[in-house]
């Protein structure tokens, strides 16, 4: 085949524009110069053509036309009157008046009833140029009402809303508010409206905080956090306030909007409702010493009881078994005030970033002998991107240890008891697995795992995982566990990698 048969030929209608033209003409022959005139322009009209007002009614009621050519004068309408239908309709469709010889007068009167245009039948080298302006012009115009619509729906938006939204200038000037703005502040729109915003805080907020506003509009990005400002009144109130900036076509900072909304109310109700929180929590954890020091307490006051009267009848034997027996109850409580101790422990962590591999190498050193001696194989795995951790070493240090000897129990009577214990990077973070093959847990009892005084174990006082929860999310950490009965447990705990 040669390169002449495989060349392939556009039909020379597909590249004429498509033109939906409805034409107000009594004649068919001069309608049909109109279409001959618009083919040869480049065009290709699909077209109706009408001569009374009814038709025309119609027509627009049922089609969707670009553009209207009309006669001026017809038996039973005329330009004009179709003019005023079209206007009646309200579309916005071009509308060009192509008759016979007419005088200046008329063609005056007609662009002003709203023609776009008039051209002489017996000349209609303009009718080309007039169809393509017209249609670039309506195109426009219909850009603009979508325009002014979208605006129109904005502003209808902005002025209901409920928040409070102002926009300022570059240099903070007040250039807009809204309707809540002025319900919120008591500022009306003549107070507030060129004078700048710092009138609105004068100075109720740390410098930190205005430095993070800054540093974010330089950096163009949004910023959203909670403020103190003050109301025109005096009054103080807290607002969750989030300001962006806008700019224009060259990248420049034009304005900034912040849109505020009043969380005054819901910090009061949030902080009553903590306060409400934390007295139950003292109430119920007071509860628990009662129950977990008076036990032992109790214990002792009866074994020494038992002591006092029969102590002329009691051998040394039975005296020093009665003797360890409280000196036991003693440790417990003693061991029940240290894990109080550590509850409170680590108020305000001193974190660091800590090297992962010496850390991890120290803490397997310092639990290994234990293990060895109770037969437990210990593993150790850290990932060559685990470099660093942000945490304060010694709280990181006493929650392993606290989940170690967890696991250490749960392997009791188990055979090939093994504790393995991994470090990997994930984005952002240092992911920490520790599993064991112990006894596990059942549902039930995993749902109380982090309550103050809950414990599966007879020697425990069910505060452990409390503390290390505690400790854990001073540090920005968060700790999971999971476990099958029968199967081992696994604990999960993300640390951040750096100082966030």
Not at 425 to 443: A, Q, S, V
Not at 466 to 491: A, P, Y
């Amino acid at each position: 085949m040669s390169s002449e048969d495989s060349t392939f030929h556009i039909p020379h209608s597909a590249l004429k524009k498509p033109l939906r033209l409805l034409i107000v003409e009594d004649s068919e022959d001069d309608a049909l110069l109109l279409l001959r005139e618009l083919k040869k322009g480049g065009y290709m009209p699909v077209s109706e053509r009408i001569e009374t007002s009814e038709a025309m009614k119609t027509s627009l009621e049922k089609n969707r036309w670009d553009i209207i050519i009309s006669d001026y004068v017809l038996p039973r309408f005329s330009g004009l009157a179709a003019l005023n239908i079209l206007k009646e309709s309200g579309q916005d469709i071009p509308f060009i008046i192509v008759s016979g010889n007419i005088g200046e007068d008329i063609a005056v009167e007609a662009m002003k009833a709203g023609a776009h245009d008039y051209i002489i039948k017996g000349n209609l080298k303009r009718l080309i140029p007039a169809v393509e302006r017209e249609l670039r012009e309506a195109g426009v115009r219909g850009e603009r009402k979508i325009i002014e619509e979208d605006r129109i729906r904005l502003m209808a938006a902005v002025e209901s809303a409920p928040d409070a939204i102002m926009i300022t200038d570059a240099s903070g000037m007040v250039q807009y508010m809204n309707p809540s703005f002025e319900r919120i502040t008591g500022y009306s729109r003549e107070e507030a409206i060129g004078h700048h915003l710092h009138m609105l805080d004068r100075g109720s907020n740390d410098e930190a905080v205005y430095q993070a506003i800054r540093e974010a509009m330089k950096q163009g990005r949004p910023w959203n956090g909670l403020i103190i400002s003050k109301k025109k009144d005096g009054t103080l109130y807290h607002e969750d306030c989030t300001i962006s900036s806008i700019k224009d076509v060259t990248g420049k900072m034009t304005n900034y909007v912040s849109v505020r909304r009043d969380v005054t109310d819901k910090l009061r109700f949030e902080s009553i409702a903590e306060a409400v929180n934390t007295m139950n929590s003292i109430g119920y954890v007071f509860s628990g010493i009662r129950h977990e020091i008076g036990n032992p307490v109790n214990s002792i006051k009866m074994t020494l009881n038992v002591l006092k009267k029969n102590l002329d009848k009691y051998g040394k034997e039975n005296i020093l078994e009665y003797i360890d027996r409280a000196l036991s109850e003693s440790s417990r409580i003693e061991y029940l005030l240290k894990s109080f101790k550590n509850f409170n422990m680590f108020e305000k962590p001193e974190m660091q970033d800590v090297e992962i591999g010496p850390f991890m190498y120290n803490f397997h050193a310092l639990v290994l002998g234990d293990s060895m001696s109770k037969g437990i194989t210990i593993t150790r795995a850290v990932s060559e991107d685990a470099k660093f951790f942000y945490v304060d070493p010694r709280a990181l240090q006493q929650v392993l240890l606290n989940l170690f000897t967890n696991a250490v129990d749960a392997c009791e009577g188990r055979k090939e008891p093994v504790i393995d214990i991994s470090v990997s990077k994930i984005p952002g973070m240092i992911f920490m697995l520790i599993t064991d093959n112990g006894r596990g847990m059942t549902e039930e009892q995993q749902k109380d795992l982090f309550k103050p005084f809950h414990t599966s174990k007879s020697h425990g006082t069910g505060l452990g995982l409390v503390i290390c929860k505690k400790m854990l999310s001073r540090m920005n950490c968060f700790i999971e566990v999971k476990s099958i009965k029968d199967k081992g447990t696994t604990v999960d705990i993300l640390i951040p990698d750096k100082k966030s």
